[in-house]
């Protein structure tokens, strides 16, 4: 008997929550879905475009580092070629007149 009073109970309950629901309750429940509905689609849609531009600049960052150790490389080789040894081998291939040590004024 306590079993079926408290169904009857629930379902009176059930009843008058269902009949307090206008139609002005129906479309503010159905408008507050669809902004919830909304508002879930463009936190996903974000957080997709974050992910992709976080991307982005994780390889602009490696073709940074890429070009700053390249930059480093043509640094060392520049020094290379430009040493006084080099540069000397360099003038007797072209033709030029190498002037010896006696020649050379210092500063």
Same mark, same amino acid.
């Given at each position: 008997?306590?079993?079926?009073? *408290?169904?009857?109970?629930?379902? #009176?309950?059930?009843? *008058?929550?269902?009949?307090? &629901?206008? %139609?002005?309750?129906?479309?503010?429940? =159905? &408008?507050?879905?669809?902004?919830?509905?909304?508002?879930?689609?463009?936190? %996903?849609?974000?957080?997709? #475009?974050?992910? /992709?531009?976080? @991307?982005? @600049? $994780?390889? @602009?960052?490696?073709?940074? $580092?890429? /070009? @700053? %150790? #390249?930059?480093? $490389? /043509?640094?060392?080789? *520049?020094? =290379?070629?430009?040493?006084?040894?080099? /540069?000397?081998? !360099? +003038?007797?291939? $072209?033709?030029?007149? *190498? +002037?010896?040590?006696?020649?050379?004024?210092? !500063?």
């Amino acid at each position: 008997m306590c079993g079926a009073g *408290v169904k009857s109970l629930f379902f #009176e309950a059930l009843a *008058v929550a269902v009949g307090l &629901l206008t %139609n002005r309750h129906v479309v503010s429940l =159905a &408008l507050m879905v669809l902004v919830v509905m909304g508002s879930a689609i463009a936190v %996903n849609r974000t957080t997709h #475009e974050t992910r /992709l531009l976080y @991307q982005a @600049q $994780q390889s @602009q960052f490696a073709r940074i $580092q890429s /070009l @700053q %150790n #390249e930059r480093s $490389q /043509l640094g060392l080789e *520049v020094g =290379a070629l430009a040493s006084h040894a080099r /540069l000397d081998a !360099w +003038a007797r291939e $072209q033709g030029f007149e *190498v +002037a010896s040590e006696h020649e050379v004024l210092s !500063w």
